[in-house]
């Protein structure tokens, strides 16, 4: 069986720039593929237990047993994998962004082209992530202060414990598509100055907020009503009978604020619980349109319903509260007029009189 080494067109450029080096990645011997997921130089220093091979100008480079060396003569590079002492010609496939988006192909998904997306608490944020990034998203921006736990309703591998799980879901991300751009902060909103937030919210198209704090889910609606940031809020509920997507345009719709200011007699109380991990898949996936529908897909603008932009779900349990079947949609009718809502109108009219 010929052995194949993949690795990303731009990889390839990079190690073509820059030769001399150590490749890190995944090896699967048995199934005769390599995947390199990057390139240090030397100087940089690649963790040993990373290093799938090397990158060299040299075939004489020495190589550990099934290691791979990238070899580099100008322009020009050939894989080779030393197996029982000898080095065997390897394949090359070069993956492009194009091929990327080959299952997308007479789907309409241009209107993503450079938009911006924030998440903000990576649970169920982290999906929406994802699946944002797969329908085509280019730039993402992921906030959660806290850190990995090895809990199995979490679709972050155990291996990523103790790290931010802003870090993992780059990761995650950056190999669903390496083009895109991550930026990560590992700050508690709630505790940032205005100055804070607006260097990291300003030309944001889409705030999503999907945390288990209160606290931080109304911080997320002032930002989004003072920087006229489209957001979407999303929670679920104790054991997961149930949840909410409520998005917000600023101006237009009812905010956060509007439809929960009785919450804010409770500010501590966790919004999300226990739940399997099925059920956050399956509120990320309700999510999503929604967060497309925002973003401008033209396929989608029948979601956006100004006067109803507060949505629960059933989540598939014994049907309870407002609900009457198992998956039940339920579009809430909402009324704008808060404090919040009324002080950026009157921001409106002063802005409107300035241009004038």
Not at 32 to 58: F, V
Not at 104 to 127: C, E, H, Q
Not at 156 to 174: N, W
Request: glycine content about 8%; aromatic content about 8%.
């Amino acid at each position: 069986m010929d052995f194949t080494i993949t690795l990303t067109k731009k990889l390839a450029q990079r190690i073509i720039q820059t030769p001399i080096g150590t490749l890190f990645g995944t090896i699967h011997g048995n199934e005769a593929i390599a995947h390199i997921n990057g390139a240090k130089t030397n100087r940089d220093g690649a963790p040993a237990h990373l290093s799938l091979g090397k990158c060299s100008e040299n075939l004489r480079t020495p190589l550990k047993e099934n290691q791979i060396l990238l070899n580099v003569r100008g322009e020009k590079m050939a894989a080779f994998i030393k197996e029982k002492g000898r080095l065997e010609q390897a394949k090359i496939r070069l993956i492009s962004r194009e091929q990327l988006f080959k299952r997308n192909r007479g789907l309409n998904v241009s209107f993503l082209r450079g938009k911006r997306v924030a998440v903000v608490g990576l649970g169920v944020g982290g999906r929406i992530a994802k699946l944002l990034v797969q329908a085509g998203v280019e730039i993402i921006i992921l906030i959660d202060p806290d850190r990995v736990e090895p809990f199995l309703n979490q679709d972050l591998p155990i291996q990523d414990t103790g790290r931010f799980k802003t870090k993992a879901y780059t990761d995650q991300i950056k190999g669903k598509n390496p083009w895109v751009s991550v930026k990560t902060c590992e700050e508690d909103i709630t505790k940032l100055s205005e100055a804070e937030l607006k260097q990291i919210f300003q030309g944001v198209d889409l705030l999503i907020g999907a945390t288990d704090s209160i606290k931080a889910q109304f911080k997320l609606n002032e930002i989004g009503l003072s920087l006229g940031i489209k957001t979407l809020f999303i929670g679920y509920y104790p054991g997961a009978w149930g949840g909410e997507v409520v998005w917000v345009m600023p101006g237009q719709t009812a905010c956060y604020n509007c439809i929960f200011e009785s919450r804010l007699k409770n500010p501590d109380t966790p919004l999300h619980a226990s739940a399997l991990g099925s059920d956050i898949e399956l509120m990320a996936s309700y999510a999503a349109p929604y967060a497309l529908a925002l973003l401008g897909d033209p396929n989608r603008q029948n979601l956006l319903k100004p006067d109803k932009n507060a949505i629960f779900f059933s989540l598939g349990c014994a049907p309870r509260w407002i609900f009457k079947e198992a998956f039940e949609k339920v579009e809430a009718r909402t009324e704008r007029g808060c404090e919040l809502c009324s002080r950026l109108s009157m921001n409106d009219k002063i802005k409107k009189v300035e241009k004038k």
